[in-house]
């Protein structure tokens, strides 16, 4: 299990450190936080957004000062130096998403820009330390179905929304464009469930 304690203020530093768990998978029973990584920040001038995935941490970083990436490490007791280092310089979204979600495979990084309203799609290549694109989808990219396969995208209709269902292939990294499904208000919650 992964948590996380926030501190902020403000007019200040603020950090996030995250931590690992083990539960005991008969009685429920956790283990002492580990603390993973700690992240320090001047309020309001940043935003990092960590994910887990897979055995992997992924931490989609904007700052104002010191630019943004996408850093990936494998989770161990000491982090060290990330996998795969993501700037501008790798692959242009990855120097500004405005969001970041990791695939629940921890193979592939859906990284959106307002700019373009598109969600590019990046294969991660341990091996190799890169991040290449593969596709795209046209929305910005909020949740995945449980297993992967399905993304879905919103599309903010002057105050209601579309959700935007794609297939995605974890082999390959393509989508294929699905239906859609309209809600009413912009405000209303939805959630992606595994059915059984």
């Known amino acids: 299990m992964y948590d996380a304690v926030y501190c902020s203020y403000p007019h200040g530093t603020s950090a996030a450190t995250y931590y690992a768990r083990s539960v005991d998978l008969q009685t429920g029973a956790l283990g002492p936080d580990r603390q993973l990584y700690t992240w320090n920040y001047y309020a309001g001038s940043g935003y990092e957004n960590v994910q887990f995935r897979n055995n992997l941490m992924f931490d989609f ?15 161990q007791q000491n982090l060290g130096a990330p996998l795969v280092n993501c700037t501008s310089s790798m692959w242009a979204v990855c120097g ?3 969001y970041g979600l990791a695939h629940p495979s921890g193979q592939y990084v859906f990284l959106f820009d307002f700019s373009t309203n598109i969600t590019d799609i990046g294969q991660v290549n341990l091996s190799t330390q890169q991040i290449t694109q593969t596709s795209s989808i046209p929305y910005e990219v909020q949740q995945f179905s449980p297993d992967g396969t399905i993304a879905y995208g919103v599309n903010d209709v002057n105050g209601a ?5 794609y297939g995605f292939a974890v082999a390959s990294g393509q989508v294929t464009p699905g239906g859609t499904i309209s809600v009413p208000s912009d405000l209303d919650s939805w959630f992606a469930a595994e059915r059984y």
């Open 96 to 98: 500004d998403p405005a």
């Open 61 to 75: 970083t904007q700052t104002e000062f010191s630019g943004n990436w996408v850093n990936i490490y494998r989770v």
């Open 161 to 165: 929304l579309d959700i935007e269902i």
